[in-house]
């Protein structure tokens, strides 16, 4: 009999003491008939049939304990593709950390979870999401070296409950110096990119299920979620470089309007105005021409630098086209936009440009024009074609000024509407 035959029989619930007795038999007289073979002289003592009884017991208590561990890691192995796919996935609906811990409580059924992400600038770590957690927890940022989860981020090892006890009495007061004591740690994973800078730890108290591996799976729980975390951030930087022109660091055009449309339903549901302001540079193509296209590009840099110090977060600069700008100003009506357009205006004619003396103003200036939902168009198109309108208008009044649109049906006159060389348009500007 092969053993992988033996192990069935020990297995099969026909497997009585008599049959026990029976085959602790041939096992004797197998080892008596080895010995005399070798011409040994031991004796083999027969042993009560009781004896017999709790010796396969504990056999067979061995064998499920080992095909429990062997069951808990091929769970583990066989998820694990399943863990990676959605994690890859799209995460528009379920973050990372809420990822990482539905499968943590499948894992370890541990009484609390807690996911703790890192800061790029400071390394400061902070808890995002976790399960188990009181609901006034304290979310002070960690510091790097603190407590036992400061501890695994700065030292970057998996360690658990045993690991953070061997440690010398001034490593253990370090890392008991948790910022609330009602998280527990008994089990920490650190989060690391191929940089070697932490992303974050997973960390686990209350432990009601302990694989014998437990440290080594939640170490490969938590380099998956760093590879998550990477790619996620990758794939952020890549959008934004797609998103964005390269010579301004303002939007794109296609990114401008795709965000437009999102803030005109919004405004539409809401019930709220939109505004936008275009604008473009005054006598470009003399600047260009008289300086170099060197000379233009950097024209062009530091109007978008001056447009991005002089909007709110909220809104949304882009380059429209060669020297045409373009803001988006959710919330704003007409009043408000004038008068951040024309506090952009009055910024950019006060900008000492680099040979800006040979404008035909004198110095670098811009003319634009505004137009605000609902009340001068109810579509992004007319929307922007009103404020183009406006611009144009002022164009042809001399340039350097800021126009709102007026619809001709209200005035009787063409689009446009607007303000002088000081950019005050018909009493709306500051």
């Excluded at 059924?109 to 995002?128: C, G, M, N, S, Y």
């Excluded at 605000?372 to 009044?397: F, H, I, V, W």
Aim: proline share 4%; aromatic share 6%; with cysteine.
């Amino acid at each position: 009999m092969d053993l992988d035959a033996l192990l069935r029989l020990l297995q099969s619930p026909e497997f009585t003491i008599s049959a026990a007795a029976g085959l602790a038999g041939i096992l004797f007289g197998w080892i008596a008939g080895r010995s005399g073979a070798r011409g040994g002289t031991q004796r083999i003592v027969a042993k009560a049939p009781t004896e017999i009884e709790m010796e396969m017991r504990d056999f067979r208590r061995t064998i499920q304990i080992l095909q429990s561990e062997n069951g808990n890691l091929s769970t583990f192995l066989m998820t694990m593709p399943d863990l990676a796919r959605e994690l890859n996935s799209d995460r528009e609906r379920r973050s990372i950390p809420e990822i990482l811990i539905a499968f943590i409580e499948s894992l370890f059924k541990a009484e609390q979870i807690h996911i703790f992400l890192a800061r790029d600038e400071t390394q400061e770590l902070r808890l995002v999401d976790g399960r188990g957690i009181p609901p006034d927890i304290a979310r002070d940022a960690i510091t790097p070296g603190v407590g036992r989860v400061g501890w695994v981020a700065k030292h970057q090892v998996t360690m658990d409950d045993g690991d953070f006890r061997t440690k010398s009495a001034t490593v253990r007061g370090l890392m008991e110096n948790a910022p609330d004591p009602r998280i527990r740690s008994e089990l920490c994973a650190p989060m690391v990119d191929p940089a070697n800078r932490t992303l974050g730890v997973i960390s686990l108290g209350g432990l009601l299920k302990r694989p014998k591996n437990e440290k080594n799976m939640l170490k490969m729980v938590a380099d998956f979620g760093s590879i998550a975390i990477q790619n996620r951030r990758l794939l952020a930087q890549v959008k934004d470089y797609a998103n964005r022109d390269g010579l301004t660091g303002l939007t794109n055009k296609r990114f401008f309007a795709e965000q437009a449309a999102v803030a005109l339903h919004q405004a539409e549901k809401m019930h709220t105005p939109l505004s936008v302001f275009i604008f473009d540079i005054d006598h470009f193509k003399t600047y260009n021409d008289t300086n170099g296209h060197l000379a233009g590009d950097e024209c062009l840099r530091i109007t978008g630098r001056l447009l991005r110090e002089n909007t709110r977060d909220r809104d949304l600069a882009a380059r429209w086209g060669g020297e045409e700008f373009a803001l988006l100003l959710p919330g704003s009506d007409k009043a408000t936009a004038m008068a951040v357009a024309e506090k952009i205006r009055r910024r950019i004619e006060s900008e000492p440009y680099p040979e800006q003396s040979s404008q035909p103003n004198g110095c670098l200036t811009i003319s634009g024009g505004v137009a605000t939902y609902p009340e001068d168009a109810q579509s992004m198109n007319d929307l922007m074609r009103c404020a183009d309108e406006a611009l144009y208008k002022g164009k042809k009044e001399g340039r350097n000024r800021v126009n709102a649109y007026r619809s001709t049906y209200l005035t009787g006159e063409q689009a446009g509407g607007g303000g002088g060389m000081d950019g005050t348009p018909d009493g709306m500007g500051s």
